[in-house]
């Protein structure tokens, strides 16, 4: 198989993006969660088509946003003040805006790890 046509038949990779975020009780509640989500969502440039919430016993939640270019996905740990941001797209994520936005809000970035597809399809770990 070509060069050229590899490129073609993963033109529409995806880039995966999780962030580990230290939060305060009252930032874990429904109306910071999704003002977090939609300033993520419109910081890079993505479109929610539809959220679906679970709770669970105890306080944590999931929320799984249907993105127009893939899903996000938030996840809380109540019991120690943790959120899990995963946002996957099939458009490049910039990270530095995702950065910048959580050194200018009152959650706590912890850690921020990804996923990107090379040119031949294979995952390979990193942020660019």
Known sequence: MSTEL??????????????TIKA???????VPL????HLAVDILGLSIVRNV????????????CVLAESHLVVETFPE???VELEIASCRKIDTNKLYKMFTESEYELQEMT???KN???SWGHGLK
Do not use: H
Request: net charge positive; proline share 2%.
């Open 114 to 116: 990804g996923l990107i």
């Open 34 to 37: 999704y003002s977090l989500i």
């Open 80 to 82: 120690d003040g943790i």
């Open 119 to 121: 040119e031949f399809g």
């Open 6 to 19: 590899v490129k073609k038949k993963v033109a529409g990779c995806q880039q995966i993006v999780a962030c």
């Open 53 to 64: 919430v679970y709770r669970f016993e105890g306080g944590g939640k999931t929320i799984v």
């Open 24 to 30: 305060a009780p009252t930032l874990l509640m429904d």
